[in-house]
């Protein structure tokens, strides 16, 4: 082959390796943001939008650095490695140490934007220095390799960089590969266009990226557990970071000497032990009054509202819908809460079936006597659909006649409009209500929805007597402040899902 058509072979080959590179960055950003801040919808937005409007300054700002392409690429490539390897990690530290992150998002985005942006002028100057051709030919070719090269990040990013290496890791792989591919290019086919000095200072160059991306590989999961430490206020004993969510445990002592075990999705407090039972009495039991032979339970993957519901030996059956098989594994085998659970998902009784909520509940041909639906504040755009219109009618579309249905809903006292917001999506979707709240010192003020097709009534019948809830406490928690009822509550939607607007105002 001759020497030119192999140079555009292999030119070609680089953009390609560098598009794949690019979009890592551009995904590794939008991901982390949705891990951190929740609403994958307003990161995937600043991100993209700011990296767009860069990638044009980029390409304005390298017209100058023609007359030295070869080398002003490999400098391009080094920076971007630098920058997009360790931008996980930056904001990863901006966010824990600092409290700082879309700022921090911002400025990643477009200064990696902008060097994104300055490849293809470069690339496209070194092409026609091969061979001559024309300039409507050469942009062609580089954007054909471009999107195929997207492609490429595109798919290795969740498929294989996110579930090998992990986000953090997963950028500084990136970031070598980024650095070998620019410095490869130039050497091989672009080194007598470089004066010896540019030469030499560029494999020092590349040679210390490498190098401190490498040390930065082997000290990442040091970084990790110590910024993620800084997130929490008491010891971390267990963590796990699965393909749907972060699961974080910590450990320490109450004032009332026992010891308190906590646990965080996503960085969301989902229990304390010191005080849950005050939670899942009053989610379980009130919706438990009426027939309960058969109960299903959406979310619920710690096993606590199992414990609950398995103290009535007249259930038959009960089937929970957990989409994260990690939490189930971790609350049948850690022995933190398996001493709180109670072993619940050892009975005989159970089903457990890891899928989506919302998705089960489309194919789903059984009814139940109770469905109670315990599951994150909607403060993702992947949860906000669980708290929509359209769930709570699938949902009371498996309740059997009689059958009751209660859906956790947050504070009325701190987030007032997010908790009637639920309540009148649940009525929209067919359903009369009673709303109900009780005291959870590690939440605050915690709010209901009980449902039914008639007007449920909130009453116990329980087996024996519980330890946060009697009936005269029962029938005070449907009593709210004259400033916390409702005032025209909205209605969420599928394609309008306002309580994830009203979660992130209310809960800033």
């Known amino acids: 082959m001759p020497r030119h058509r192999l140079a555009r072979a292999a030119l070609l080959a680089t953009v390609f390796v560098c598009a794949a590179c690019g979009l890592v960055y551009e995904l590794s950003l939008v991901t982390l943001g949705s891990y951190l801040i929740g609403d994958t919808a307003a990161q995937a937005s600043i991100t993209l939008s ?63 934007g902008m060097l994104v942006g300055a490849e293809i002028p470069l690339l496209m100057e070194l092409l026609q220095q091969i061979r001559k051709q024309e300039a409507s030919s050469a942009v062609a070719d580089l954007f054909a390799a471009d999107y195929v090269g997207a492609l490429l990040g595109g798919l290795a990013f969740p498929f294989l960089l996110l579930p090998v290496f992990g986000q953090i890791r997963g950028s500084l792989v990136v970031g070598v590969v980024n650095a070998i591919a620019g410095l490869a290019l130039a050497f091989v086919f672009f080194r007598d266009r470089m004066s010896r000095p540019a030469r030499h200072g560029l494999v020092a160059a590349t040679l210390v990226v490498a190098s401190g991306l490498t040390g930065a ?50 960085g969301g407090l989902q229990f304390s032990s010191v005080d849950e039972y005050r939670y899942h009495e009053a989610l ?63 009975d005989p009784r159970v089903r457990v079936v890891t899928a989506d909520a919302f998705s089960w509940l489309r194919g789903t041909p059984g009814l139940f006597d109770a469905v109670i639906v315990d599951l994150p504040d909607p403060d993702q755009t992947s949860v906000a659909k669980l708290y929509s219109q359209e769930f709570y009618a699938m949902a009371a579309h498996v309740l059997a006649p009689g059958g009751r249905m209660v859906v956790q809903s947050g504070s009325p006292f701190f987030a007032p409009r997010s908790f009637w917001t639920i309540d009148a999506t649940v009525r929209a979707a067919g359903l009369r209500t009673t709303p109900y709240h009780i005291d959870v010192p590690s939440f605050g003020d915690w709010g209901f929805v009980l449902a039914a097709t008639d007007t449920p009534v909130p009453d116990l019948r329980t087996p024996g007597p519980l330890r946060s809830l009697d009936d005269s406490t029962l029938a005070a928690a449907t009593v709210f402040a004259p400033d916390r009822r409702a005032v025209d509550p909205e209605v969420s939607t599928l394609v309008r899902p306002v309580i994830l607007d009203l979660q992130r105002q209310e809960w800033r």
């Open 284 to 346: 379980v039991h009130p919706v438990l009054a009426g027939n309960r032979r058969s109960v299903l339970v959406l979310g619920g993957g710690d096993g606590l509202a199992l414990r609950e519901i398995l103290r009535y030996p007249e259930i038959e059956a009960v089937t929970l819908v957990e989409l994260d098989p990690a939490m189930i594994d971790l609350a049948r085998t850690d022995t933190r809460l398996t001493s709180l659970n109670e072993r619940s998902f050892d």
């Open 217 to 266: 590989y082997l000290y990442a999961d040091r970084f990790e557990a110590t910024a993620q430490q800084a997130l929490f206020a008491h010891p971390i004993v267990w963590q796990a970071r699965t393909p749907y969510q972060q699961i974080v445990l910590t450990e320490s002592f109450s004032p009332f000497g026992t010891t308190d075990t906590r646990l965080f999705l996503n």
């Open 50 to 112: 700011v990296m767009v409007c860069a990638m044009g300054v980029g390409a304005l700002a390298a017209k100058p650095l023609r007359r030295c392409a070869a080398a002003a690429f490999v400098a391009v490539e080094l920076a971007l490695a630098v920058i997009g390897g360790l931008s996980v990690a930056a904001l990863y530290a901006s966010f824990a140490w600092l409290n700082v992150y879309t700022a921090t998002l911002i400025l990643a985005a477009a200064v990696i």
